[in-house]
């Protein structure tokens, strides 16, 4: 079975300051790891997903996911955050089985000062 | 991105009563659909897989009888919670997947908000 950790329900965190949303997860086959935001009154969406080949993944805002086997992790950061991101942060897992289903986390909420 | 569009946005239903809500993928034709259930500051709990002219693969834990899953177009999911309790209320969220297997991106709809009274 497939599950996904994230250790810190709410992050504050000044504008311009770095942030990183931590991710853990546990599985028994390969998988393939994803990070969702949801901004407020607005539906879930991608950010950035890690399949295979590197494993530092990008967004188009400025985040990167690194991908770490050892660790099984597959935390979060921007070194620059803006009020704009403020945000609830999913990481999710899905694998070759189990009807190819995604798995989420608990939600980390960040909420970036001014 | 692909839109996916879900209704009601929020529902008041009596106890006892039936409450059914759909989920369609606007622009794309989804070959799985996802229902989840999110509780207050929790996560996102997998209810059922739902793939297009078959019947939906329940959660360990998830009630089928009570959770009536329908996919019956490339293009609509419904769920249909029955005999609804106050303990039902929640926040229902569909996914659709536009291609197979566990790669493809999940596009969401903006959840349907359920209060049984």
């Known amino acids: 079975a497939q599950s996904v950790t994230q250790l810190d329900s709410q992050v504050p965190v000044f504008e311009e300051a770095p942030v990183e949303l931590r991710c853990n997860y546990s599985?028994?086959?390969?998988?393939?790891l994803f990070w969702y935001v949801q901004y407020p009154n607005q539906g879930l969406q991608l950010l950035l997903k890690?399949?295979?080949?590197?494993?530092l993944v990008e967004s188009i805002n400025g985040f990167e996911a690194e991908f770490n086997k050892s660790q099984t992790s597959f935390h979060l950061r921007k070194p620059s955050v803006h009020i704009s991101d403020t945000a609830e942060y999913f990481c999710?897992?899905?694998?070759?089985?189990?009807?190819?289903?995604?798995?989420f986390g608990a939600g980390t909420r960040l909420f970036v000062k001014a | 991105g692909a839109v996916v569009s879900q209704h009601p946005s929020w529902v008041i239903c009596k106890s006892g009563t039936s409450v059914k809500i759909e989920c369609r993928s606007l622009?794309?034709?989804?070959?799985?659909m996802f229902w989840y259930r999110q509780f207050p500051k929790q996560s996102l709990m997998l209810m059922a897989t739902?793939?297009?002219?078959?019947?939906?693969?329940?959660e360990q834990g998830v009630e089928k009888d009570k959770f009536l899953i329908n996919h019956a177009s490339l293009t609509l999911s419904t769920l249909t919670v029955t005999s609804a309790h106050p303990e039902d209320s929640s926040f229902y969220i569909c996914?659709?997947?536009?291609?197979?297997?566990?790669?493809?991106?999940?596009?969401f709809g903006e959840g349907s908000r359920l209060t049984v009274l």
């Open positions: 996914s659709a997947r536009a291609t197979g297997g566990p790669t493809g991106e999940l596009f």
């Open positions: 599985s028994s086959v390969s998988v393939y």
């Open positions: 890690y399949l295979s080949g590197s494993t």
């Open positions: 999710a897992v899905s694998g070759n089985t189990g009807g190819f289903k995604t798995i």
């Open positions: 622009d794309f034709q989804a070959t799985t």
């Open positions: 739902s793939n297009e002219g078959s019947k939906a693969t329940y």
